[in-house]
């Protein structure tokens, strides 16, 4: 029969052997297509190094508008950036990336004016900003200043012996006015003595702990700024400036004049002493609601809280120190050991700090002092209502300038931390994220004789062991 060699053994292992081959083929062809599609992978490193942070999984979650991210550089240099920037891709389907070799597209190199190798451009719509390098934080920064637009001024009060922000040593301010600035801020010094009104490109103003007290002149020219709707960030320290106090107290914030002690066990195995309380629990509030069990430090700090009510002013608090702190009026130390004193002490937990927010009513009209109920069309209450608005003046009190000194600022989440506090102060609520974690450096400390120990260990012992095998395995043979 013509049709018998269907039938043969030889027939039959060769169909069973092309579909199985077809059956690999095409899971193969699958998992690409799906790996291609959803390109999973897992970070198992400790910082998260290989995974995009918080703060940028939140702005690209909210783009509203297609974003591309342009790379110029060689065409052997790309499989070097594509690594960190296909995260940003893999994260949103607004995201384009483009890598382009200037020296073979010059035409598009000089349009969008590329000087140097490695040049990183973010475009969104008719708006493009340069980023510094292919970091994740330089470039989430960018992808900021390209989607607010408008420049922010954090302005830094000095002439009370407030922290320096040129001041890089160890009480210096200089980490946070570079993370300030890395957070796409602008900085500059203002003194209230040497001008009577805060400046009108001022978006916030930060006090970092004064050491002398703040004359009457200032006082009104710093309430007349907020009660107009201004927003300012206040580090008080114990025993600052006592004007400052009196003036929160008009706006339902009372501070308390003690010094904090805080024994927990937590605080120390960071390497802080007990004047530096700890922190890992929080308010609900919108600068610490991504904050979690984060552990933030507060060297020499005081209380800061809710006082009697005002009209007008709504104060929350935002965290507290453990039930092992304490606050006391007096620090005494007798042979390296702290002297207590309960008829001067306040147990904790003690709040840190408080945000506080007031209604400013805008009238209506122009700044000229032009009546809008003259025009036509706007008689009607309803068009009266429109014609007006309200401004919001925020205010947060935190009773330690030295948890963003240069020597506390990168203790557990104090930087998040601080810059959360400005998002919220500059209604950048969207902002307020964890933001991208530099590696993290673990040196391998050991001893001289830990040292001689993997020297005879690795240098000479394996070494002599496997000769010592080879040689019992050669004679056996033998």
């Given at each position: 029969m013509p049709w018998d060699w269907i039938k043969t053994r030889q027939t039959k292992y060769g169909a069973y052997s092309a579909v199985y081959i077809l059956v690999a083929l095409a899971i193969i062809v699958a998992g690409n297509f799906l790996a291609n599609r959803y390109n999973k992978t897992f970070d198992a490193t400790k910082n998260k190094l290989y995974s995009l942070s918080d703060q940028t999984e939140k702005i690209l979650d909210n783009l509203e508008s297609d974003l591309t991210i342009y790379y110029f550089d060689r065409n052997s240099e790309f499989g070097a950036a594509r690594n960190s920037l296909a995260r940003y891709s893999n994260a949103s389907s607004r995201v384009k990336i483009e890598y382009i070799d200037p020296d073979s597209k010059p035409e598009i190199a000089k349009a969008m004016n590329i000087r140097t190798y490695g040049t990183v451009l973010v475009e969104v719509g008719a708006n493009r900003e340069e980023a510094s390098s292919a970091d994740e934080e330089q470039i989430t920064n960018t992808i900021i200043k390209v989607l607010k637009g408008e420049e922010r001024t954090a302005c830094i009060l000095s002439g009370h012996g407030e922290a320096d922000v040129s001041d890089s040593e160890r009480d210096g301010f200089s980490g946070a006015r570079q993370a300030i600035e890395d957070a796409n801020y602008k900085t500059k010094s203002v003194s209230l003595l040497e001008s009577p009104e805060v400046p009108s490109d001022c978006t916030?103003?930060?006090?970092?702990?004064?050491?002398?007290?703040?004359?009457?002149?200032?006082?009104?020219?710093?309430?007349?700024?907020?009660?107009?709707?201004?927003?300012?960030l206040l580090l008080l320290d114990p025993d600052a400036s006592p004007e400052l106090g009196e003036m929160l107290a008009g706006w339902g914030v009372r501070v308390h004049n003690e010094t904090i002690i805080d024994f927990s066990p937590v605080g120390q195995f960071f390497r802080m002493g007990p004047l530096s309380p700890l922190v890992t629990g929080y308010e609900t509030h919108s600068i610490t609601e991504v904050m979690g069990s984060t552990a933030t430090f507060f060297p020499m700090a005081r209380g800061v809280d809710a006082g009697?009510?005002?009209?007008?002013?709504?104060?929350?608090?935002?965290?507290?120190?453990?039930?092992?702190?304490?606050?006391?009026?007096?620090?005494?130390?007798?042979?390296?050991?702290?002297?207590?004193?309960?008829?001067?002490?306040?147990?904790?937990?003690?709040?840190?700090?408080v945000a506080a927010t007031h209604k400013v009513a805008t009238p209506a009209g122009d700044a000229a002092g032009n009546d809008p109920s003259a025009e036509?069309?706007?008689?009607?209450?309803?068009?009266?209502?429109?014609?007006?608005?309200?401004?919001?003046a925020r205010v947060v009190v935190v009773g330690s300038s030295r948890f963003a000194r240069n020597y506390a600022l990168g203790r557990g989440g104090n930087v998040d931390l601080m810059l959360n506090m400005l998002s919220w102060l500059s209604s950048d609520e969207d902002l307020i994220s964890i933001r991208p974690k530099d590696p993290e450096n673990t040196p391998l400390n050991i001893s001289?004789?830990?040292?001689m120990q993997l020297f005879w260990l690795n240098v000479i012992g394996l070494p002599f062991v496997i000769v010592l095998f080879g040689v019992r395995v050669w004679w056996k043979r033998r």
């Amino acid at each position: 029969m013509p049709w018998d060699w269907i039938k043969t053994r030889q027939t039959k292992y060769g169909a069973y052997s092309a579909v199985y081959i077809l059956v690999a083929l095409a899971i193969i062809v699958a998992g690409n297509f799906l790996a291609n599609r959803y390109n999973k992978t897992f970070d198992a490193t400790k910082n998260k190094l290989y995974s995009l942070s918080d703060q940028t999984e939140k702005i690209l979650d909210n783009l509203e508008s297609d974003l591309t991210i342009y790379y110029f550089d060689r065409n052997s240099e790309f499989g070097a950036a594509r690594n960190s920037l296909a995260r940003y891709s893999n994260a949103s389907s607004r995201v384009k990336i483009e890598y382009i070799d200037p020296d073979s597209k010059p035409e598009i190199a000089k349009a969008m004016n590329i000087r140097t190798y490695g040049t990183v451009l973010v475009e969104v719509g008719a708006n493009r900003e340069e980023a510094s390098s292919a970091d994740e934080e330089q470039i989430t920064n960018t992808i900021i200043k390209v989607l607010k637009g408008e420049e922010r001024t954090a302005c830094i009060l000095s002439g009370h012996g407030e922290a320096d922000v040129s001041d890089s040593e160890r009480d210096g301010f200089s980490g946070a006015r570079q993370a300030i600035e890395d957070a796409n801020y602008k900085t500059k010094s203002v003194s209230l003595l040497e001008s009577p009104e805060v400046p009108s490109d001022c978006t916030l103003l930060i006090l970092p702990g004064p050491e002398t007290g703040y004359l009457p002149p200032e006082i009104d020219t710093f309430k007349r700024y907020v009660d107009g709707g201004g927003r300012a960030l206040l580090l008080l320290d114990p025993d600052a400036s006592p004007e400052l106090g009196e003036m929160l107290a008009g706006w339902g914030v009372r501070v308390h004049n003690e010094t904090i002690i805080d024994f927990s066990p937590v605080g120390q195995f960071f390497r802080m002493g007990p004047l530096s309380p700890l922190v890992t629990g929080y308010e609900t509030h919108s600068i610490t609601e991504v904050m979690g069990s984060t552990a933030t430090f507060f060297p020499m700090a005081r209380g800061v809280d809710a006082g009697d009510a005002v009209a007008d002013w709504d104060v929350q608090e935002l965290f507290k120190t453990t039930e092992s702190s304490f606050g006391t009026k007096e620090v005494k130390i007798e042979e390296g050991e702290l002297v207590r004193d309960p008829s001067r002490e306040r147990e904790g937990p003690i709040t840190l700090a408080v945000a506080a927010t007031h209604k400013v009513a805008t009238p209506a009209g122009d700044a000229a002092g032009n009546d809008p109920s003259a025009e036509a069309g706007s008689d009607s209450k309803d068009d009266e209502a429109k014609d007006s608005e309200a401004k919001e003046a925020r205010v947060v009190v935190v009773g330690s300038s030295r948890f963003a000194r240069n020597y506390a600022l990168g203790r557990g989440g104090n930087v998040d931390l601080m810059l959360n506090m400005l998002s919220w102060l500059s209604s950048d609520e969207d902002l307020i994220s964890i933001r991208p974690k530099d590696p993290e450096n673990t040196p391998l400390n050991i001893s001289q004789a830990q040292m001689m120990q993997l020297f005879w260990l690795n240098v000479i012992g394996l070494p002599f062991v496997i000769v010592l095998f080879g040689v019992r395995v050669w004679w056996k043979r033998r």
